[in-house]
Structures are given as C-alpha cells and as structure tokens.
C-alpha cells in the first residue's frame, strides 16, 4: 500500500530523528520504505538546495526564494515520490509544500494564495496522506540546532528569533484549519515517546486506507 507522509516543523524539532525511527518501524514490517527531504533529494534539487541556504545569498528577493524552493519540490515529486509510490512504498519526506507556507508565507509575510497555488502547481497535486508537525519552543529548537553540526547553520536559520515564532504561529494554523492531515505532536518530549505516538497513528491511517481499499 502506498502512503505519503511529511513531516514538519520549526529548526531543531527533531524531524531526522523522527523520519528514522518510523523508516526504521515500517521496514522491519517488511514494507518499502523511501525516505527523501526538500529542498534537496535530487540532483536537480540539491544544487538548488545549495543557492537557497548559502549564507551569502543575503539579496534574494522573496519571490525568487519562493520559486526556488518550489523548484526543487517539483523536480522531487517527478523524479523521487510520484515513482515510488506508484511501486507501493512508504514515502517519508523531511518537508513538503507546507513549509513554504510557514517560512515564506507566515515567516516572511508573503500572501499565502499565490503560494498555494504555486504548491500545487509544483506538487502537480500531490498531497500528502498524514503530516506530522513536531511542534517545539522556538529557543529550544535554535538551541538543539545551534548544539548540531556547525555546519548545518545555513541562511533560513540565521534569521531572527521573530520570524521563527511567525513561523511556528503558522505551522499550527495550518495544522488547526485539517485535523485530518496534520498530526501536532509536542516535540519536547522524549524521542521514544513521540515515536510511539506517530506510528501509532500510522497504523491507524493504514487500517483506514486497507479497509477503503478492500
Ligand atoms: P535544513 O538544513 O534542511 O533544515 P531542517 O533540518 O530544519 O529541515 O534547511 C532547510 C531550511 O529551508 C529550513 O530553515 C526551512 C527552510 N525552508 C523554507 O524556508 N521553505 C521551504 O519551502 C522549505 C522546504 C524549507
């Protein structure tokens, strides 16, 4: 059975952990699993992966970023998703349309229509069937980020402390608007206990999806 899952969340909610732990889970049921991240997961992608977070680009223009990172999302659902789940995988993707909504429509106060649009124009329709929101405090994410890899520290996070906040107001009222789609989960518990909530409601969506295809 195939299945579509994103994950979401501000810097530092702990997504790589996360996706690791469910790939983990669902293969050792036997399952194909795909587990892929934007922008990046491609050729294509990951050189657009590279002018997005390069610390020097300060002067790109909004609309440009915008374009870009749909870009790259484009060339992932060609190329990388639509093909695996059409052979029946498991998709995992670390961020997906949605994040182009938080950062550049609530973060950077870009209007959210034309970004829609645009999203479904790159995803040529692809929604996912479950998106987990890893919800964390702002500070305590930069800080788990900041304690990572130093150099994992690219442009996106180099913004203020404000926009951060925009853009975790706005993953939750994307999240509030489909209750169905969005899983919220409190990412400062233990990464045991969150994973156990996931797949938990994994397995739920697989039983649900088994029986509308039976
Ligand atoms: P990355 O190092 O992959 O961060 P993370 O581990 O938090 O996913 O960098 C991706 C950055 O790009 C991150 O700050 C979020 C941002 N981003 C957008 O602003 N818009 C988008 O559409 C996407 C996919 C990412």
């Known amino acids: 059975m195939s299945l579509f899952i994103t994950f979401e969340g501000p810097e530092g909610s702990g997504k790589t952990t996360q996706i690791r732990l469910l790939a983990d889970g669902l293969a050792g049921e036997g399952l194909a699993v795909t587990t892929t991240r934007e922008p990046g997961g491609t050729r294509i992608g990951?050189?657009?992966r590279a002018l997005l977070l390069d610390p020097d680009h300060?002067?790109?223009?909004?609309?440009?970023?915008a374009l870009l990172f749909q870009a790259?999302?484009?060339q992932l659902v060609d190329e990388v998703i639509r093909p695996a789940l059409a052979a029946g995988a498991v998709v995992l993707?670390?961020?997906?349309?949605?994040?182009?909504?938080?950062?550049?429509?609530?973060g950077h106060g870009q209007e959210l229509e034309p970004l829609r649009q645009l999203g479904a124009y790159a995803t040529d329709n692809l929604c996912p069937d479950l998106?987990?929101?890893?919800?964390?405090?702002?500070?305590?994410?930069?800080?788990?980020?900041?304690?990572g890899a130093a150099?994992?520290?690219n442009r996106m996070e180099?913004?203020?402390?404000?926009?951060?906040?925009?853009v975790r107001e706005g993953y939750l009222r994307l999240a509030a608007s489909d209750r169905v789609r969005w899983l919220v989960v409190d990412?400062?518990?233990?990464?045991?206990?969150?994973?156990?909530?996931?797949a938990a409601r994994v397995r739920t969506l697989r039983y649900t999806l088994a029986g509308n295809e039976a």
Not at 58 to 65: F, G, I, K, L, V
Not at 93 to 106: I, W
Request: charged share 25%.
């Open 93 to 106: 993707c670390d961020r997906y349309a949605d994040s182009t909504l938080a950062y550049q429509g609530y």
């Open 187 to 198: 990412a400062s518990q233990p990464a045991t206990v969150i994973h156990t909530t996931v």
């Open 158 to 166: 180099n913004k203020a402390p404000a926009f951060h906040q925009r």
């Open 72 to 74: 790259a999302r484009a």
């Open 58 to 65: 300060t002067e790109m223009s909004p609309r440009a970023e």
């Open 46 to 48: 990951n050189a657009v």
């Open 131 to 147: 998106t987990v929101y890893l919800d964390i405090d702002v500070q305590a994410g930069l800080a788990r980020k900041r304690a």
């Open 151 to 153: 150099e994992e520290w």
